[in-house]
């Protein structure tokens, strides 16, 4: 298994907006799907996803519904809102920008080093 | 989500977060199980993943938003639960409070009724008051009332402003009903609509009505509606008659119409008024001009206009008009000196409340340092301060409003009787209301006074060293905050020797004045307006004859002593000033000295009690046609004659005719301003002259004016019932109004002085008590703390005295620097009371070491009860402590 690695600051909740855009989906299937599609590379911390999530609802990015699963139990559904996709697509923009930056400087500093 | 869900909602939140948890982590046992772990293993390992499912749901809670709302309520319920625990320390403090907090909200109210609300017609920022100006000033200044004719000619071309004149009336209304005296506003027709005020019934004066020669109308009050037309909605046409004329009523006013104070209870068109002063831009009475600024036009552009008009005038009508011109001021309510006592009386308020929550404040701080270690045990627990800060706030504040729902309410039931205990009319009493601003002003003072007294041991009880704190013990003498206390007890008796002196200083005042003598015996004079029948006014013989007949049936009323008529009753409202000049080289008009003209029948030296130091009154010899002749007081014989005697002298008076008056009596100076008053007035000088030599011409307006005075064997109300039947006169309509005895008006002088010094009497009483149990609660407090080293010093061999001097010392210190801080303030204060109130002199050696010996005493006193019980300390038991 390759090692886990800690998610940079922010970007948690870039990832759970980002999950929930796909349709509405309950805590434990972000915390899955997290781990799933990211190859178990990046390690979810449960015992932070839902703070995230209360967070974001508070904020008003995501709205909740609390409905039957396939397997007939109640569970919290989470849906993005209007302003929580505007404010998904502000966050993937800025992340592009930030990666493209910090690969900039990775790049030059390899070529000081030769 | 809103906070007041959270607060509102805060268990089904919990609740929904406790079954999406426990989903979560059912799920992850199922799919661990599903993947082949055994059912144990799997439970642990979903809890393991999830992370404290506790730190998780706190963390959850934590992202619902800011928690201070909910700290907050949990605050206020630590603070209830904590008060409870001490029903006395909280029903003091709450009861200081509600004093302090409620006699500031009710001045509040009585000021912003009286001195900020602004007059009571729409959009009031609009009305305009006018008066005339003269380049030149006499002794009576440069501002002048109207006249007439300079209103019609502003009214006519003037466009950025609607205008409308009016003036009072008195008059005797004799039918229908009962005679009676009713006050009534001559004005021409636009006034209401100036004011912005609709009859309730009928129309208003329309411009056909306010023209001489028109039908006479009239617009009657809602009180005289009811009063003698039983609200009958058939009084609009009906006919009533005024001043001897009749008149049709064509409408009624509102019933809260009031001008000023007064309540006005007959709308008549000046236009109708044919006296001949009333064309007269020279001498007249003069009549007050109100406006309203028209839309688009502001106070400016009405000033320029009125400038432009008032050239033009001027150059039409030089005589009257050269150098004169008119100014205009927004329109504001008129308080006279109620606003310097309302002023006054707010200022102490704030005193007495400010000293009660810095007793409270120095309370708070000797529980906070007593609660030092379960402070430090919580901070060391992982309490912010912040948190602890905020709890003890929490805790003021909630005694604060706790005070200030109680303040509000004793507020309430003390608003009227405070009314009712002013001295006098208090202007503008009917705007005093207890409404949104009030309550809105006893919730910050509320909040603002908790912050003030609640900061300072909140700042200073958990500002500490947890781990210093723990070690130490209680056996620390809290150093800092006795410097602290020290200082709010010194604070607290600061403003205890202003009010103190406040209260001194005015007793004193007091005191001197009511030696004074008024210069006439007030005992058993009964004074009234009397408004002679409208039937007779028009001939001068019948005027004279009306009066002697008045004289004369007055006289034979049992009980009677002596009957005089007079126009200007001393010590009441009203005078009439007159320039004179003591030889025939009479100085320009307007430089003229002024003296006091009072005219008189023969008998008004017996009913006043007034002596005679020279010469003769006024007999009946004295009349149209003999030589005119004056008698003057002292005073105006001093400064007109110096040494000489002044009888046989001569005066010149050129309001009283060109030729000169002789002087032919001198008598005692009274004092027509009041005891308060006269002796730091402008216009001191008296004379008198006999009612009989009063001009035809100006008989009338004499008569108008006239009052009768009585001085009476019975007590002196007792005739009132006899004085009404003897002058109503053949015709029924002669009535007296205005009825007062001379004492009355004499204690009325001294109204003001009288309630100023009750109430700060009381307030400093407040003040007083309120500063020895502060120095008494601090002074016990630092005892207790200090009852090891005592206990360390007994056994050394010190005596009870040593113990009582050191707790003495410390509280001595405090009153020191009390009394110096104190004494400064009072000083500067006795010069705004020197500047508000009559007659009083701050410098007052006297009365200002006499309050502070008072305070001084009393706060020894106080600190002498701890002190002899620290001084009786048992060293074991002390040294056993802790």
Same mark, same amino acid.
């Given at each position: 298994m390759a090692a886990r690695q800690d998610l940079p600051q922010g970007t948690l909740d870039l990832l759970i907006m980002k999950v929930v855009a796909l349709g509405p989906v309950h805590g434990y299937a972000i915390a899955q799907r997290l781990q799933q599609v990211s190859q178990d590379v990046v390690q979810a911390p449960q015992g932070s996803l839902y703070p995230a999530l209360h967070r974001l609802e508070s904020r008003g990015f995501l709205d909740a519904i609390w409905r039957e699963t396939e397997s007939g139990r109640e569970a919290k559904f989470y849906r993005l809102t209007k302003k929580g996709r505007a404010q998904l697509e502000v966050e993937i923009a800025n992340w592009a920008r930030l990666t493209e930056a910090v690969s900039l400087i990775l790049r030059l500093s390899e070529g000081v080093g030769q | 989500m809103t906070w007041w869900r959270r607060l509102v909602k805060r268990n089904e939140l919990d609740e929904q977060l406790d079954r999406e948890l426990r989903f979560h982590l059912e799920q992850h046992e199922a799919d661990l199980i599903a993947a082949g772990s055994d059912p144990e293993a799997a439970r642990r390992q979903a809890r393991i993943d999830l992370g404290g499912i506790q730190q998780v749901r706190e963390n959850c809670r934590d992202a619902w938003g800011p928690r201070w709302i909910?700290?907050?309520?949990?605050d206020f319920r630590y603070t209830l639960r904590s008060l409870r625990q001490r029903p006395g320390f909280s029903l003091v403090v709450a009861l200081t409070l509600a004093l302090g907090i409620g006699s500031t909200a009710l001045m509040f109210t009585v000021l912003d009724g009286v001195l900020l609300k602004p007059l009571p017609y729409p959009e009031p920022q609009q009305l305009i008051g006018l008066q005339e100006k003269t380049a030149k000033a006499t002794q009576f200044g440069n501002l002048w009332a109207f006249a007439y004719p300079n209103f019609l000619d502003l009214r006519r071309d003037a466009l950025s402003v609607d205008l409308a004149a009016w003036h009072f009336v008195g008059g005797t209304l004799s039918r229908p009903g009962e005679p009676e005296n009713v006050l009534g506003v001559e004005a021409s027709s636009a006034f209401l609509k100036v004011l912005r005020v609709t009859p309730v019934q009928g129309r208003d004066l329309s411009p056909e009505d306010d023209r001489p020669g028109a039908t006479?109308?009239?617009?009657?009050?809602?009180?005289l509606w009811r009063r003698t037309f039983g609200q009958n909605r058939g009084a609009i046409g009906a006919s009533l008659v005024f001043d001897g004329r009749q008149y049709t009523i064509a409408g009624i006013l509102p019933p809260d119409f009031r001008l000023g104070d007064e309540q006005v209870d007959l709308l008549t068109p000046i236009g109708q008024n044919t006296a001949p002063y009333m064309l007269n831009r020279d001498a007249h009475p003069g009549i007050k001009v109100w406006?309203?600024?028209?839309?688009?036009a502001t106070i400016e552009s009405v000033r320029s206009e009125l400038t432009v008009i008032a050239s033009r005038l001027s150059s039409a009508y030089p005589k009257s008009n050269e150098g004169r011109t008119f100014i205009a001021e927004t329109l504001r309510p008129v308080t006279g000196t109620a606003g310097t006592t309302i002023w006054l009386l707010f200022a102490a308020v704030v005193?007495?409340?400010?000293?009660?929550?810095?007793?409270?404040?120095s309370l708070l701080v000797a529980r906070a340092v007593s609660r030092e270690r379960e402070m430090s045990v919580r901070v060391a627990l992982g309490a912010g301060r912040g948190r602890l800060v905020r709890q003890c706030l929490a805790e003021s504040v909630v005694l604060a409003l706790s005070g200030g729902s109680l303040g509000l309410l004793l507020a309430v039931a003390g608003l009227r009787p405070f009314i009712a205990m002013w001295p006098g009319d208090l202007p503008r009493a009917s705007e005093i209301h207890l409404d949104w601003r009030v309550g809105l002003f006893a919730l910050a003072v509320s909040v603002a006074s908790g912050i003030l007294f609640g900061a300072v041991p909140a700042l200073t009880a958990p500002a500490l060293n947890p781990a210093r704190a723990l070690?130490?013990?209680? !056996?620390?003498?809290?150093?800092?905050?006795? !410097?602290?206390?020290?200082?709010?007890v010194a604070s607290e008796l600061a403003l205890a020797v202003v009010l103190l002196v406040t209260a001194g200083v005015l007793g004193s005042t007091l005191l001197r004045l009511s030696a004074l003598d008024p210069g006439l015996n007030v005992n058993n004079v009964l004074v009234a307006r009397l408004a002679l029948s409208p039937s007779v006014l028009n001939e001068p013989d019948r005027i004279r004859s009306a009066w002697q007949n008045i004289l004369d049936r007055v006289r034979g009323i049992p009980g009677v002593q002596a009957v005089a008529t007079v126009d200007t009753v001393p010590m009441r409202e009203g005078n009439n000033q007159l320039g004179y000049w003591p030889a025939a080289?009479?100085?320009?008009?307007t430089r003229l000295p002024l003296a006091l003209a009072t005219s008189v029948t023969p008998d008004y030296l017996n009913v006043m009690g007034i002596e005679l130091r020279a010469g003769r009154f006024f007999n009946e010899t004295d009349r149209q046609g003999s030589q005119p002749v004056v008698v003057i007081d002292e005073t105006l014989a001093r400064r007109a004659f110096g040494r000489e005697p002044a009888v046989g002298k001569r005066l010149w008076i050129p309001d009283m005719g060109a030729a000169p008056v002789e002087v032919v009596g001198v008598v005692n100076h009274v004092r027509h301003w009041g005891l308060a008053d006269d002796d730091q007035a402008e216009v001191r000088a008296q004379f008198y002259y006999p009612f009989?030599?009063?001009p035809d011409r100006f008989l009338r307006r004499w008569s108008e004016l006239m009052s009768v005075a009585v001085r009476t064997s019975t007590p002196p109300r007792s005739i009132i019932q006899p004085l009404r039947r003897e002058i109503q006169g053949a015709a029924h309509d002669q009535v007296i109004y205005e009825i007062r005895t001379m004492d009355q008006l004499e204690g009325a002088t001294l109204a003001r002085h009288r309630f100023l010094m009750t109430l700060f009497t009381a307030f400093s009483a407040a003040a007083l008590i309120l500063a020895c149990v502060g120095i008494y609660g601090v002074l016990a407090f630092l005892a207790?703390?200090?009852?090891?080293?005592?206990?360390?010093?007994?056994?050394?061999?010190?005596?009870?005295?040593?113990?009582?001097?050191?707790?003495?010392?410390?509280?001595?210190?405090?009153?020191?620097?009390?009394?110096?801080?104190?004494?400064?303030?009072?000083?500067?204060?006795?010069?705004?009371?020197?500047a508000w109130v009559s007659a009083v002199r701050a410098n007052e050696p006297v009365t200002f070491s006499a309050m502070i010996a008072v305070l001084v005493a009393a706060a020894l006193i106080a600190s002498l009860l701890p002190a002899r019980r620290a001084s009786r300390i048992d060293p074991v038991l002390a040294l056993r402590q802790d």
């Open positions: - | 909910e700290d907050f309520w949990q006479p109308v009239a617009l009657v009050s809602d009180a406006g309203r600024i028209r839309q688009g005193a007495v409340l400010l000293i009660g929550c810095v007793n409270v404040a070690r130490e013990g209680s !056996r620390t003498v809290a150093g800092g905050s006795w !410097r602290l206390q020290g200082t709010l080289d009479l100085p320009e008009r009989a030599q009063v207790g703390q200090r009852v090891p080293e005592f206990g360390v010093r007994v056994a050394l061999g010190a005596r009870p005295h040593d113990i009582m001097r050191l707790i003495l010392r410390q509280s001595l210190g405090m009153i020191l620097a009390g009394v110096a801080a104190g004494s400064i303030l009072a000083l500067a204060s006795g010069r705004l009371l020197e």
